[in-house]
């Protein structure tokens, strides 16, 4: 089957039951995405399918085929990252950073929607999306932040 991941074209071979987590850390090396619970918890393995937020470890990778995928490699790279990504290294928003690849996935899509989020509007959007280490506040800037260099 054809996922199309990151804008990029992908034969896959996969078994009905394989997540779409398993296959894009497994099968195409893009191990930004995390597994955290594995259950639709934590959020941890958030990616965008078809534009819409998704816990890929909930997701069926066989129902993605004619949906574009873009996980945290496809926000930015080094060298040119995202206002997002930029604004989470200033803020220090982040600790272990396990569960920063879904953090960013959840907040590029409240900023595709919303332009100039309130705080209430980041915490509700993210509210799926779980830090162990507790750096809520500081995404919490630093989302706002991005927001601001993205109107800009
Ligand atoms: S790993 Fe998917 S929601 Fe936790
Ligand atoms: S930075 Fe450690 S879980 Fe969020």
């Known amino acids: 089957m054809q ?24 099968r195409l090396d893009l191990t930004g995405t995390k597994l955290g619970c594995g259950r639709g918890e934590c959020g941890a393995c958030t990616v965008l399918v078809g534009g819409r937020l998704a816990y ?8 993605c085929e004619g949906e574009p995928i873009t996980t945290v490699e496809g926000l930015g790279a080094p060298g040119a990252l995202h206002p ?16 920063t690849p ?4 959840a ?19 993210m509210s799926g999306n779980l830090c162990r280490c507790g750096t809520y506040p500081k995404i919490e800037r630093a989302v706002l932040a991005a927001a601001a260099v993205m109107r800009s």
């Open 3 to 26: 996922l199309t991941v990151n804008t990029e074209q992908h034969e896959v071979a996969l078994a009905g039951h394989e997540t779409l987590l398993t296959v894009l850390r497994e």
């Open 107 to 125: 907040a590029s899509a409240l900023l595709a929607k919303v332009s100039d989020p309130t705080a209430e509007d980041i915490r509700a959007a």
């Open 56 to 63: 890929s470890c909930l997701t069926l990778a066989a129902a």
């Open 84 to 99: 997002l990504q930029q604004a989470f290294i200033d803020a220090d928003a982040l600790q272990c950073g396990f569960c």
């Open 102 to 105: 879904g953090q960013l996935m």
